[in-house]
């Protein structure tokens, strides 16, 4: 039996990441809380009133069918 989940995708400028596996979700409020936090960790940050620029880090959910067995991350 297959079930609805969201799958996490994560680009680094402008790459697709292969993060090892799939980090699927039943709830795509969880997984959208997860691809918010990653993309905070690209934008630009301050150090000793200087500005630094990280690598674009963009992420979104994806809707998918999975395997009822699927490790689910929520």
């Known amino acids: 039996e297959m079930v ?11 790459q697709n990441i292969d993060i090892g596996g799939d980090a699927a979700f039943r709830d795509i409020h969880r997984c959208a809380f997860f691809a918010r936090e ?7 940050y301050t150090q000793a009133n200087k500005y ?6 963009q992420a979104h959910c994806e809707p998918r069918f999975f395997k009822k067995e699927t490790r689910f991350w929520d």
């Open 52 to 57: 630094y620029r990280r690598s674009k880090i």
């Open 4 to 14: 609805l989940a969201f799958i996490l995708v994560v680009f680094v400028d402008g």
């Open 38 to 44: 990653i993309e905070k960790t690209g934008h630009i």
